[in-house]
């Protein structure tokens, strides 16, 4: 039996086998053809995850070991996560601040990318912007 580390790492690699194996694609030429990767990279996927006691192989059938799928399990909670904070993450982003120009109005403060300064009012700038308008 592999390390737990090490079929972590396998079940993450090879994810996208998995999770059809998982929906009952059983059979390894099926496997290959639906995955895109040549045949020996998936017959190589496929014997890494069987000898790492992750799957069982029967006449060219693959099923997930009991601890296979309880560690796919995880794997696939762990991304279910990961996908909900990064629409979080992507909903509660605001605009980038590199974006964000600095403005100057008559009477206002200054508001930076860096800095936000709103106790410092732009009397000089007012005053030139007035000059040069008269």
Known sequence: ?????????LLVQRRDLLIDIADGVTDRRKLASRSG????????????LADADLLNEHYGHYELTDIGDQLFGHVQELYAEANVLNEFDGLTKGPE????KPCVFKDATVVTTERHSPNKPLEPVCQLLTATQR
Do not use: C, D, F, W
């Not at 990767?37 to 890494?48: G, H, P, W």
């Not at 601040?97 to 964000?100: F, K, T």
């Open 97 to 100: 601040l590199s974006v964000i």
């Open 1 to 9: 039996m592999g390390l737990p580390s090490e079929q972590l790492k």
């Open 37 to 48: 990767y040549s045949q020996s990279t998936v017959y190589r996927a496929l014997k890494n």
